[in-house]
């Protein structure tokens, strides 16, 4: 499997305070991966910093072997989606019109969207079950729609690296499940790479191909889902929190409290 995100010895901090200390990690193309902790460790952090938010310290990103890490917001965003666990509060804006914000690093100077552009990003509200929201204010929404309209955008942009912090924390479960699922399929089905932070490790395990776990800062172990036994599931999870059993079901690993 071929790279697309490559971060190599990254380091950043809030300050003076380092937060992140010489991470590495790769996410191949089609590979969805999760970045799992507890709160603290770093894992917002660390999206930020691949993604430009937060200045890098020490080490590089790449997208498919290009070095982004002095690159500036558009030419980015032409490589790296982001979604954050919470939107920007945007006022006077539709829902359309929060959409089609995704295409602005693809747009020249002062140009806007077109009719094709506009046809696409509703018929993506419309996958995502908010055709009917595409003239809405933007602000009235609750967060869980928020981050869908977020989705959207970022599936828009159609960047080949997607990075997501924690983008279903308020979604209700059955929203959660199409979200990922969603992210899931576009990453297979286009060969893009997918790095996600998540609170909830079934949930990781249930839609992720490859887990990273991030403890004081760092990457601490790898487990490719595929090839790992329950026990060695169990042993790498327990590295982050504690007392836990690995139960297997259908082919697939859940966490439960020991």
């Known amino acids: 499997m071929s790279n697309l995100l490559t971060v190599a010895h990254l380091s950043c901090a809030y300050g003076r305070q380092e937060i992140v200390h010489d991470a590495n990690l790769s996410v191949g193309k089609g590979e969805f991966c999760a970045l ?133 924390s308020a979604l209700d479960f059955v929203n959660r499940t199409m979200v990922l699922d969603q992210v899931r399929n576009v990453l297979q089905e286009q060969g893009k790479a997918g790095l996600i932070a998540l609170h909830d490790p079934n949930f990781a395990m249930a839609y992720c191909d490859r887990l990273l776990l991030m403890k004081n800062g760092t990457i601490a172990q790898e487990l490719t889902l595929e090839n790992a036994s329950r026990e060695e599931v169990g042993a790498a999870l327990s590295q982050i929190y504690g007392e836990i059993r690995v139960l297997e079901h259908q082919g697939r690993f859940v966490m439960v409290h020991a």
């Open 36 to 168: 799992l902790g507890l709160n603290g460790c770093g894992k917002t952090t660390l999206i930020k910093s691949i993604c430009g938010l937060l200045p890098i310290t020490q080490g590089q990103c790449f997208v498919n072997e290009e070095n982004c890490t002095h690159m500036n917001e558009r030419q980015r965003a032409l490589r790296m989606s982001y979604i954050p666990q919470r939107g920007s509060p945007l006022f006077g804006k539709s829902v359309l019109d929060v959409v089609l914000m995704g295409y602005h690093a693809r747009l020249q100077l002062l140009g806007s969207p077109g009719e094709k552009c506009r046809k696409q990003a509703l018929e993506t509200l419309e996958h995502l079950g908010l055709q009917d929201f595409a003239r809405h204010d933007y602000a009235t929404l609750s967060e869980g729609q928020k981050q869908l309209v977020i989705l959207a955008r970022t599936l828009v942009q159609d960047a080949p690296v997607m990075l997501m912090d924690e983008p279903d």
